[in-house]
């Protein structure tokens, strides 16, 4: 039911644009998010989005470098990565809430991606 592609080798600095296909059955009135897991490491929340776009929600350690957005007329979600650093490195997995709000909560999401990978080399 979710679809994230867009994930990528890419150097210190760049930038990358991770996209998320759903349904409209899926996530029509539900908040969608991000989350990562690096290897190792549990996973983690990245950003997330109310089911209408206009409150969103981020991890401190991405704040003021990636964005999340949604296009409901496409059943589209997509994250905004600039200025990449190694440790953003990490599979990245999009998911729909249970809710309509933009929770940073693993336990409030329903369905889950199968991930895209990013690798970010220094």
């Known amino acids: 039911q979710l679809q994230a592609s867009g994930g990528g080798l890419v150097q210190a600095g760049g930038s990358l644009r991770l996209s998320c296909t759903t349904s409209?059955?899926?996530?029509?009135?539900?908040?969608m998010g991000w989350f990562r897991q690096a290897p190792g490491k549990e996973r983690e929340f990245v950003a997330a989005?109310?089911?209408?776009?206009?409150?969103?929600n981020y991890a401190d350690s991405v704040k003021g470098r990636f964005t999340i957005s949604r296009d409901n007329a496409k059943n589209m979600l997509y994250l905004q990565m600039n200025s990449l650093k190694p440790e953003d490195t990490a599979l990245y997995y999009c998911?729909?809430?249970?809710?309509?709000?933009?929770?940073?909560?693993?336990?409030?999401?329903?369905?889950w991606g199968q991930g895209t990978q990013v690798t970010v080399s220094s």
């Open positions: 998911a729909v809430s249970r809710y309509s709000g933009s929770s940073s909560a693993p336990e409030a999401y329903q369905y």
């Open positions: 409209r059955r899926t996530s029509s009135n539900n908040g």
């Open positions: 989005s109310d089911w209408r776009g206009g409150n969103t």
